[in-house]
């Protein structure tokens, strides 16, 4: 089992592939299973590394609070150690918060972001987000993680034929320590990369699920602050566009790598 110890964490890490280094960060309550449907596509021209934030999956659970900057700062240690930078950078919901305070905080590590169904913060607007956001603690409180796990799967995968989807989830959540969750939550909730849009120098691409109904901020105005930026949305996806939509997902990535990588006009690509 691949792993770095890096302080006071001990980080699980999956690798595939070879060439230009790209690290995927999964969502919250999450792991590197995040990209079992996308991980063998990415890596037939890229070495692929996909992280489990502490507190998650198979890393270890230091104690204390946990903040969006220290999942970035350990991503940051781990493709310093891996000798992986600059690295393209991927990251789902909670992972694109992370990848994008990496990006801000650490700019010479990266290549590239991608930015999927996340924002630079949560607004709970509206009546129904707030309430989403209690339902949710309270399962958490009084039935547990799989109970979560059964409302988040019913949310992310409503539709006929994606029964194994929704049993996935909830098996998933159950694995999840409620006290790493709550922390990782509280983490997401408190984050505000508001005043770090302008730090942020290389390409960026959001991905955002047509049907997603996650609170994320990506305003236009935020948009066209970045120097190389874009948004697209997957039509018929939700929360987990890397999951309902995994043949558009990796095409979507696999391209926005390439145009990255393509030298400018009169250079010739290294051998």
Known sequence: MPECHLGDVTIHYESQGRGQAA?????????????????????????????????????????????????????AALLEKLGAAPAHLVGISMGGMIVLQL?????????????????????FERLRERLSLRVRKLLMRLAGM?????????EMFPEHGQEHLRRLVSERWAENDPSCYRRALQAVLECD??????????????????????PMEVSDEQLGRLPAARKVIVPGSRHATCVDRPEEFNRLVLDFWREVEKPPAGEVASV
């Open 23 to 75: 690290l995927l960060v999964h969502g919250l309550g999450s792991s590197t299973r995040d990209w079992e449907f996308n991980i063998e596509a990415l890596a037939a021209e890229h070495r692929v590394l996909a992280c489990d934030c502490r507190g998650h999956g198979r890393s270890s659970s230091p104690p204390g609070r946990f903040t969006i900057e220290q999942f970035a700062t350990d991503a």
């Open 103 to 123: 990006a801000a905080a650490r700019p010479e590590l990266v290549r590239s972001l991608v930015a999927v169904n996340a924002g630079f913060r949560l607004r």
């Open 146 to 154: 799989k109970a979560v796990g059964r409302k988040l799967g019913r």
């Open 193 to 214: 990369l508001r005043d770090r849009v302008d730090d942020i120098t290389c390409p960026v691409l959001f991905v955002r699920g047509e049907l997603d109904e996650t």
